[in-house]
């Protein structure tokens, strides 16, 4: 059970929106980071998942070796964590040039630290490696206290570079009323939704039938006026 409910938040199908009050915006993780696996990463190589939380994504890439790593202590409890290894946030445990590909997601809002990691996420990966980082624009605070910064489109193409990376791709996850819609669903379940039987209840009955209205009003009407976050895939000098 605990599996499948995972794989509805983390990785959604088309149906999920009926269970997941976060569809919205793990649709479109989903969809970069996949794309990411197969375009961009080739079979038995090795990557690193900075911040990698419960390593959900784990099994998109056919990896010859897939590291996590994740601090002690921050917003998440530590069952919420299947690090190979934990580190202090700022110097990653690695020589120089180690891993071919890394993925750093829904993290660098987190490290008050955050162009420091950029360079050893730079550091530690191969010449020619690429690296997809997903950050917010638009998200309520979370793992509170350790939340810091949000970062627009123009960060990345004004930073990035400097820090010895080329942008590939940068693309906003959501459009207007999709941002608004999740914002609004997220909402209603976070505030309503105490016990496991309310939560279901309202992700059902409250935030799927939200969720859907505002997805047909994003087609309706396709402005790119605000988007919850950003993705960027980067490739190192």
Known sequence: LKN???????KPQWY?????????????????????????FKENEKI?????????????????EYIGI????????????????YFDGKNIPFPDETFDSII???????????????????RVLKKDGFCLITTPL???EHEV????????QYFYKNILPTLGFDILKLNASTKFFSTIGQLVSAFLFETLGKGMILKMFCAIFICFPIQAI????????????????????VKKR
């Open 214 to 233: 505002f997805i047909l009003l994003n087609f309706i009407f396709p402005s790119k006026w605000l988007t919850l976050d950003y993705t960027v895939v």
């Open 48 to 64: 690193l998942d900075v911040g990698c939380g419960i390593k959900p994504y784990q099994d998109l890439f056919k990896a010859s």
């Open 104 to 122: 750093c997601t829904q993290v660098i809002e987190h490290n008050i630290a955050y162009e420091h990691l950029l360079k050893e996420i730079h």
């Open 145 to 152: 206290p350790y939340d810091f910064f949000r970062f627009t």
């Open 16 to 40: 999920s929106i009926i269970i997941n009050p976060y569809f919205i915006a793990r649709i479109n993780f989903f969809k970069q980071i996949k794309i990411f696996s197969k375009k961009y």
């Open 4 to 10: 499948l409910v995972l794989s509805h938040l983390f």
């Open 70 to 85: 994740d601090i002690h202590s921050g917003g998440h409890k530590e069952k919420f964590k299947y690090a190979d290894l």
């Open 138 to 140: 638009v998200w309520n």
